[in-house]
């Protein structure tokens, strides 16, 4: 699985960014995909993600009420709408596919199948 992730930079607190993701490679259609972020010194965490499937989706409690996850099914992609952005944000985000599962359970990044190489956020005054 390969994925091509854009959308990535600076923005100001309050501000919004989209993160896209666009994978290839899959051989069936069951898939989560979504993405983590690691902010420097912290672990990984797992931020959202939605089933391409069935749609069932995760929302790390510090972003649901300000992110929003989108699927494009024909092209394998995920979208991440990121609204209100805080300091605490900023991180590396690295889009990934797996279970649900992977993305909640502790050490489930362990588990994932394949990651992006990450797109970096900065959120400053």
């Known amino acids: 699985v390969q994925f091509v992730e854009s959308g990535g930079g600076s923005a100001q607190i309050g501000g919004s960014l989209t993160l896209s993701c666009v994978a290839s490679?899959?051989?069936?259609?069951?898939?989560?995909i979504g993405w983590f972020h690691q902010a420097p010194g912290k672990a990984l965490e797992g931020v959202a993600c939605?089933?391409?499937?069935?749609?069932?989706?995760y929302y790390t409690e510090d972003i649901k009420d300000r992110f929003t996850i989108a699927t494009d099914r024909a092209e394998d992609a995920v979208f991440l709408k990121m609204n209100h952005l805080k300091p605490e944000d900023s991180a590396e985000y690295y889009c990934?596919?797996?279970?649900?599962?992977?993305?909640?359970?502790?050490?489930?990044?362990?588990?994932?199948?394949?990651w992006g190489r990450g797109t970096l956020i900065t959120v400053s005054e």
């Open positions: 939605s089933n391409l499937e069935d749609g069932d989706e």
């Open positions: 990934a596919v797996g279970d649900i599962a992977n993305f909640y359970l502790p050490n489930g990044n362990r588990h994932i199948e394949a």
């Open positions: 490679g899959f051989t069936s259609d069951d898939h989560t």
